[in-house]
């Protein structure tokens, strides 16, 4: 099979997978967004893709998505691109250049460098707080409990917080993090949930996830970073 044949059934297979899932909470089709994570992802398959009609991507590296997105950014209409990987105080120019939406905002001198960027740059940017929800420590987040305060922080910068994202534990089930994440998200008003990658999307789609992150199932296997 050519690899736009091959991207464009993948394509199709999750938005069915996902629409179904939707379907069985009494969600509309469209009430979940695919966000394609094209991080690793060789050219030919990032192009078969938006061959296929995609335009909602992401990536977890600032450096890895100007090589895949700067050209396009000019180039394909209606394109619209999450930052999902941790953010570095010093990448924040860069990564408010590149992305409409960033998704991981999970400390106060992040938030702070982020509200200033927005400012400056004047056009409008969406966020995300991400949630650290298994509460591990090598991983990036804000914890449950020091989540209301930094979203109240957030706000007080007048940072434009759309929701919520969470990336669970790898060796638990997800469910249950979709649920705190979404209790989370109702107690402070927010209204977007962005959870749910290759292996756990349609839970998450169930459980009222507005965005899914799915990368594998899109693309196929990741090529190793050397
Ligand atoms: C890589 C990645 C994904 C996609 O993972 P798959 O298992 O390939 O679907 C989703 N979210 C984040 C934050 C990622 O880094």
Redesign the pocket.
């Known amino acids: 099979m050519s690899i736009e044949a091959d991207i464009a059934q993948r394509l199709k297979d999750v938005t069915g997978r996902l629409d179904a899932a939707a379907a069985r909470a009494a969600r509309a089709p469209g009430d979940v967004t695919l966000i394609a994570?094209s991080?690793t992802q060789p050219d030919a398959r990032i192009a078969a893709a938006l061959a296929a009609g995609q335009r909602v991507f992401?990536e977890?590296r600032v450096q890895e998505a100007a090589t895949h997105w700067a050209a396009r950014r000019e180039t394909v209409a209606g394109l619209e691109l999450h930052l999902?990987?941790p953010l570095q105080t010093n990448k924040v120019k860069d990564a408010v250049a590149l992305f409409d939406v960033i998704q991981t905002v999970d400390r106060p001198k992040l938030a702070e460098h982020l509200a200033r960027e927005f400012a400056r740059a004047g056009t409008p940017r969406r966020c995300f707080v991400q949630v650290n929800t298994g509460e591990e420590p090598q991983k990036a987040g804000i914890v449950p409990a020091e989540a209301d305060r930094f979203i109240a922080e957030c706000r007080a910068l007048e940072l434009p917080v759309e929701g919520l994202m969470c990336?669970p534990p790898a060796d638990e089930p997800a469910p249950p993090h979709f649920v705190l994440l979404g209790e989370i998200a109702a107690r402070n008003g927010l209204s977007g949930l962005s959870m749910g990658?290759?292996?756990d999307f349609e839970a998450a789609a169930e459980l009222g996830a507005t965005h899914v992150?799915?990368?594998?199932?899109v693309f196929g296997p990741?090529v190793p970073q050397t």
């Open positions: 994570i991080k992401g977890n999902v990987g990336l990658m290759s292996a992150r799915v990368g594998t199932g990741r």
